[in-house]
């Protein structure tokens, strides 16, 4: 069974500013896949560090400061 989970808000991201978006999953399922899409408005996305992180302390990278000077991100 697929679920969308999803959150609409703007945030301004400013120089050297860390902004942390929590959004809570709740489910008695194990998940076995999990799919995240980020649409990440900046123009220069090489100052962006993007993560996911699990309850558990785990980090997963979803954006590691590539891009340079590139405007965006959307994956």
Known sequence: RERHYGRENNYDIRDLETID??????ST????TLTVSIDIKH????DLMVSLAAP?????PLHEGTGGSADNILK
């Open 21 to 26: 978006v929590i959004e809570t999953i709740t």
């Open 43 to 46: 123009t220069y996305i090489g």
């Open 29 to 32: 399922e194990a998940f076995k």
């Open 56 to 60: 558990w302390g785990d980090s997963f």
